[in-house]
Nanobody, 115 residues
Framework: QVQLVESGGGLVQPGGSLRLSCAASRVFLSFYVMGWYRQAPGKQRELVATITSGGSTNYADSLKGRFTISRDNAKNTVYLQMNSLKPEDTAVYYC?????????WGQGTQVTVSS
């Protein structure tokens, strides 16, 4: 059974930083487009960023310059560096591995930005 396990979430003050990690088991992430999505209370899940196996990245326009997605295929892990965090970044952040028709999700990690 494929597992994606996110970690690194928590409570941070506005302007702070967090680094999320997504570790995979029973799947080689190098074959997948990896993505981070988030879902705030009462809102739909939205794209944060994606990264291809070759390292090409794509970001939600509103997050460009603050968030950085990266991957370490040797460690089978994907990261999301989040800087200059704002209260509106508060959400559950989900890791996704996609190689259609295969599509896997993690259980999510809570990020709360509050003073």
């Amino acid at each position: 059974q494929v597992q994606l396990v996110e970690s690194g979430g928590g409570l941070v003050q506005p302007g702070g930083s967090l680094r999320l990690s997504c570790a995979a088991s029973r799947v080689f992430l190098s074959f997948y487009v990896m993505g981070w999505y988030r879902q705030a209370p009462g809102k739909q899940r939205e794209l944060v960023a994606t990264i291809t196996s070759g390292g090409s990245t794509n970001y939600a326009d509103s997050l460009k310059g603050r968030f950085t997605i990266s991957r370490d295929n040797a460690k089978n892990t994907v990261y999301l560096q989040m800087n200059s965090l704002k209260p509106e970044d508060t959400a559950v952040y989900y890791c996704n591995a996609k190689n259609l028709p295969l599509d896997y999700w993690g259980q999510g990690t809570q990020v709360t930005v509050s003073s």
